[in-house]
């Protein structure tokens, strides 16, 4: 039987589209993760940004692989039931960590999180692979949007760089430039939000989040995880994360002893 919080037509919809909401799944941990929000943003990591780009406004705040320096984002994984809802919808009986991921939209800020598939950017392939994205404020226009059907494509897109718009690897034609899904009349599915409900999407679905242009904050914490068949892969230059000196190779599966399995049926 499905974890409570879900049913299997959650199961259902996430293998088909890629994508489905889960309603309160961080309900219980949503003051435990805006804490771990301020702490990231007292003292980031090495890999924070403020997406500062020529001509917006506003202050977009990303930062990610902090889960094991901030206490309350490990307490949150670990006492959430996260672990098991991604099991059933991923139909894997191994969940893995792979890694967190924080990002604040303060008020008026204009700047849309670019269309993108999370997969191209990481060293993980596989199609046992889950995000959650949970806001921490309640959200209407400022939501995640994701494309339906899209982690089925043949060819992943091109990953890009967010401020500079460039592309992140060399393209010799393995990838397919970013489309436009509102312009080329894609099924995008989004969703009202309340504090500690969570989209849960497939590495491959393409998704992006407009811009904040309400007077309130919108903080979300996300969470990548991984299941029985993800392994190791090359990609065509650094990924990011980077996870220097990690000494995998192609075709194994993530090393335990950094990405620690949370749940093994």
Not at 49 to 72: A, L, M
Not at 75 to 97: F, G, N, T, W
Not at 121 to 141: A, K, R
Request: aromatic share 10%; with cysteine.
């Amino acid at each position: 039987m499905p974890h409570p919080l879900i049913t299997q037509d959650h199961i259902d919809q996430f293998q088909r589209d890629g994508v489905v909401l889960i309603r309160g799944l961080f309900a219980d941990q949503v003051e435990l993760l805006r804490d771990g929000v301020e702490a990231n943003m007292a003292e980031p990591g090495p890999y924070a940004s403020n997406n500062e780009k020529k001509g917006q406004t506003g202050r977009f705040f990303d930062d990610y692989c902090n889960w094991t320096r901030i206490p309350q984002f490990e307490k949150a994984i670990k006492h959430s039931p996260v672990a098991e809802v991604a099991a059933d919808l991923m139909q894997s009986k191994r969940v893995q960590m792979f890694h967190d991921h924080v990002l604040v939209k303060e008020p008026g800020t204009s700047m849309a999180t670019p269309w993108h598939q999370d997969g191209p950017y990481y060293f993980v392939e596989g199609q046992q692979t889950i995000s959650f994205w949970s806001p921490l404020d309640p959200v209407t226009d400022a939501s995640l949007r994701c494309v339906a059907g899209s982690h089925r494509w043949e060819k992943e897109v091109l990953p890009t760089r967010w401020v500079s718009e460039e592309g992140f690897f060399a393209d010799e034609g393995q990838y397919m430039p970013v489309p436009d899904p509102d312009a080329d009349g894609m099924t995008v599915k989004e969703w009202e939000m309340q504090p500690g409900d969570a989209v849960a999407f497939n590495y491959r679905t393409l998704h992006g989040a407009r811009a904040n242009t309400s007077n309130s904050r919108r903080r979300a914490f996300s969470l990548r995880l991984v299941g029985d068949d993800a392994r190791y892969i090359e990609r065509p230059g650094p990924t990011s994360p980077p996870y220097p000196g990690h000494e995998m190779t192609p075709g194994q599966i993530l090393r335990e002893d950094w990405f620690p399995v949370l749940l093994q049926r």
